[in-house]
C-alpha cells in the first residue's frame, strides 16, 4: 500500500453519540467506499483495556486490508504498531512525528494535527503524511475544540502545505 492518504477518510468514534460501534461503522464506511478509517478511541483505559484495543484495531487492520484501505490509530503509536495497523494520527500532545516513523518503519501513514497557522507550519516541519485541520467551521462532536479558523485561514494553510 502505497503512504499516500485516501480521499474519504472516516474516524470510528464510539463517545461522541455514534450510533454504531467502531466494527459496524467501519463495516458501513467501507462499504460505502472509504479508502481510510482512523480508530479513534478516547475513552479510559479502565473503561476499554489495551488489550480489547488491540483486538479490535487488529479486526479494523484486516477488513481495511481486504477492502484495500487504510487503517490509522489516533494518538497512539505502540496501538498502530501492536495492531498491524498501517499508520498513526499525532496530535500536539502525542508522540512527535519523527519517532513514530521510527516506530512504524518507512511505509507506515503518520498524520500530524493543526489548529493555527503556526501549528500547521511545525508540523509541515515533521516527517507527516496528512495533515489533520481543523475546526475550520465550529464543532460540537469534540469537547474543548479549539475555535473554528474559519475559511480564509484554511486556505491559508492548504497555501503552505507542502505535504501533497
Known amino acids: ?11 470510528t468514534d464510539e463517545t461522541e453519540g455514534c450510533r454504531y460501534g467502531h466494527l459496524r461503522a467501519a463495516e458501513l464506511a467501507l462499504a460505502g467506499g472509504a479508502d481510510t478509517l482512523q480508530y479513534r478511541e478516547k475513552r479510559a483505559p479502565e473503561q476499554v483495556p489495551m488489550a480489547d484495543r488491540v483486538t479490535l484495531a487488529r479486526h479494523l487492520a484486516r477488513a481495511c486490508t481486504a477492502a484495500s484501505a487504510h ?41 500530524g494535527t493543526a489548529n493555527s497557522l503556526a501549528e500547521a507550519r511545525r508540523a509541515f516541519a515533521t516527517p507527516i503524511d496528512y495533515l489533520g485541520v481543523g475546526p475550520v467551521y465550529g464543532t460540537l462532536s469534540k469537547a474543548g475544540a479549539p475555535p473554528a479558523m474559519g475559511l480564509p485561514l484554511f486556505r491559508q494553510i492548504v497555501a503552505e502545505c507542502p505535504v501533497r
Not at 500500500?1 to 474516524?11: A, E, P, T
Open 71 to 111: 487503517l490509522i490509530v489516533d494518538d497512539d503509536a505502540q496501538l498502530a504498531r501492536a495492531a498491524g495497523a498501517h499508520g498513526v494520527h499525532l496530535g500536539q500532545r502525542d508522540l512527535p512525528a519523527a519517532d513514530g516513523r521510527t516506530l512504524l518503519g518507512p511505509g507506515a501513514l503518520i498524520g
Open 1 to 11: 500500500m502505497s503512504r499516500r492518504i485516501g480521499r474519504l477518510h472516516v474516524i
